[in-house]
């Protein structure tokens, strides 16, 4: 159980345009998702926690007019790179968690975004 | 944001060989939780074993076990009997208690098993 589902796994875009990436899960609800941004051999940096029918927290440093985060479900939330240059390509994940006492994080796969 | 540390970039073990792995972290919580991580070459994040900060006993999952200190925030990975399929980094996670829940990941630590 706890399965989290990312999609797509890989995209390359052109810059200047919008990327949509979506996670889903799949046999649990989730009122809380959090996307996370990994660049090569580093840690994963906490972008925003996306709440069900509210807005997202973004963590300091993270432009919410770039990366917009909608979690209109339980069981959906999107992030979306908007006007994305070569410096937006990272691996970006997202997780949720069963929100009871110690449950951990569950993870999507990751999407590698590539900006030409 | 709560900051996780991990001093060992890199550390690499014999094969059934014991190796550690070491974690501190900055809180002002008394109440939180604490994770370990395993991230292969394919990126997927693997939970390794997790504690309660107010639980005294070492967590143990076969065999992976912890050495919580809490009043040092010390808490280290202990791997026993090592094998290949470990091969890995290992990222430290915190987990607040606050409303957003949030969970903080440190540096990592890329592990070696040489056969």
């Known amino acids: 159980g706890a399965v989290v589902s990312q999609h797509p796994s890989r995209v390359i875009c052109k810059s200047g345009t919008s990327v949509k990436i979506e996670c889903r899960s799949l046999d649990f609800q989730a009122t809380t998702m959090f996307w996370y941004r990994q660049f090569p051999k580093q840690s994963l940096m906490l972008m925003a926690t996306s709440n069900e029918g509210s807005k997202a927290t973004y963590e300091q440093g993270v432009e919410k007019d770039k990366f917009l985060i909608n979690h209109a479900s339980l069981t959906l939330s999107t992030l979306t790179v908007t006007s994305a240059h070569p410096e937006d390509s990272s691996f970006y994940i997202c997780?949720?968690?069963?929100?009871?006492?110690?449950?951990?994080?569950?993870f999507g796969n990751g999407t590698r975004l590539t900006v030409t | 944001a709560q900051t996780v540390t991990q001093s060992q970039p890199e550390m690499s073990v014999q094969e059934a060989e014991t190796v550690t792995l070491s974690c501190t972290y900055d809180t002002s919580e008394s109440d939180y939780y604490l994770f370990w991580y395993k991230q292969p070459p394919s990126r997927q994040m693997i939970l390794v074993i997790r504690q309660e900060a107010y639980k005294q006993q070492n967590a143990t999952e076969n065999r992976f076990s912890v050495n919580f200190q809490k009043a040092a925030k010390s808490f280290s990975l202990k791997i026993s009997d090592s094998q290949l399929g470990d091969a890995a980094m290992y990222f430290c996670?915190?987990?607040?208690?606050?409303?957003?829940?949030?969970?903080?990941f440190g540096t990592g630590t890329s592990l070696t098993v040489i056969p």
């Open positions: 997780s949720a968690r069963i929100t009871t006492g110690n449950s951990p994080l569950h």
């Open positions: 996670a915190y987990r607040t208690s606050n409303t957003g829940n949030q969970f903080y």
